[in-house]
């Protein structure tokens, strides 16, 4: 994840495997029916059952935006780290996001998630899951509370880097999963067939003679810049709308690089995550006033392109974010024009709009 914000056991005498860590299998497997009468779920590359799912704890945007998408708003009982998320993910779902009960601005600690006592805790490594805060699938389940952990967090055997599959797969495996224990079959599968039939609309664009080079600026003081490398949703977002990513050789999903690694890169562009901390504009003269970068010609001819944190963190809107990545390399001239439109209206809140709408 990113620096914003810094899940899932059941209850009573139910047989739940919790999920944790490690995860070698490269595909999620389908949900089935439990002996015990729940739903079991392959996740992070171990078969997990769920005996009951109806009063949800999710943490952060992205993964809220995930578990509405699969039609689960209703099981929804508490959220935290919603934040400024709010205002996207009402452009997206609608007024059923005003009735989100926030429960902790920031990410929750262990002992508020047990005060909750939800069915299911639903975030990820470095997205509400933490070692170093003792808020794990394993701290919860010796609480009787249930773990989901976000599939793009998955850890890479034998280390703490995360991603272990495709940035698209991880979405849908999500929203299938989800689905399923939530009793939403229906609901997850046509978010499932919206992704792919959105995916498959941009596929057929025409193609830059060379993808542009695209540099993703999450956040940056100091000597360091954080970014998102091979396994993060930005890869699967900027490859979908036609350009490939400058940090796409690390193999991991969101970590932190040099000021040379810009220079080196010379993008063609650059994509900001716009959440509080550091705002745009903050970015932005980082920027223009680090020697590694402000000669750049994507810095001097403002090839600037923000939305929100939750569009560009694993979860249902990252197809919205390819979208408006793609016509904002039409408008610098860096793919060729098309008639595709965003179907998510941006709130004016998100700064920046003119230079890539």
């Known amino acids: ?3 914003k914000k810094i899940i899932i056991p059941i209850l009573g005498m139910s047989l739940v495997l919790s999920a944790c860590g490690g995860a070698t299998s490269d595909s999620s497997q389908g949900a089935t029916a439990a002996k015990t009468g729940g739903v079991s779920v392959t996740n992070c ?9 109806n009063e949800l704890f999710v943490n952060d945007g992205n ?3 995930i578990v509405l998408a699969a039609g689960a708003g209703d099981k929804i009982k508490y959220v935290s780290s919603l934040q400024r998320d709010k205002e996207i993910l009402r452009a997206k779902f609608g007024d059923q996001v005003d009735s989100l009960n926030d429960t902790s601005k920031d990410y929750p600690s262990l002992e508020t998630v047990v005060a909750k006592h939800p069915d299911v805790f639903i975030a990820g490594w470095n997205y509400g899951f933490s070692e170093e805060k003792n808020l794990t699938p394993e701290t919860l389940k010796a609480q009787g509370i249930s773990s989901y952990i976000l599939s793009e967090s998955c850890k890479q055997g034998g280390s703490n880097k995360r991603g272990v599959y495709d940035p698209w797969e991880a979405v849908k495996m999500d929203l ?3 689905g399923a224990i939530t009793n939403n079959k229906d609901s997850a599968e046509s978010a499932v067939k919206d992704l792919d039939d ?8 025409k193609a830059a003679d060379k993808k542009p080079n695209v540099f993703v600026f999450d956040s940056g003081k100091g000597d360091a810049v954080y970014t998102s490398g091979k396994f ?3 890869q699967a977002i900027l490859e979908a709308a036609g350009a490939q990513n400058a940090a796409g050789d690390i193999e991991d999903t969101w970590t932190s690089v040099g000021w040379e690694k810009i220079a080196s890169a010379t993008p063609d562009a650059f994509v900001f995550v716009d959440y509080p901390g550091q705002e745009f504009n903050e970015k932005v003269e980082e920027l223009r006033a680090n020697p590694a970068t402000r000669n750049l010609p994507a810095v001097k001819e403002n090839r600037f392109i923000n939305l929100p944190y939750t569009m560009w963190t694993s979860g249902s809107l990252n197809i919205d974010a390819a979208e408006y990545v793609r016509k904002g ?5 860096l793919a ?4 595709i439109s965003p179907k998510l209206t941006l709130p004016n809140s998100v700064a920046g709009q003119e230079f890539f709408s």
């Open 329 to 333: 390399l039409e408008k610098f001239n």
């Open 63 to 65: 993964i809220i935006s």
């Open 232 to 234: 993060g949703a930005p």
């Open 45 to 53: 590359g171990e078969e997990v059952t769920f005996d009951k799912a």
């Open 1 to 3: 994840m990113i620096m």
């Open 198 to 205: 959105r995916l498959e609309s941009l596929k057929k664009l």
């Open 336 to 339: 060729p024009q098309s008639e």
């Open 176 to 178: 299938s999963n989800i």
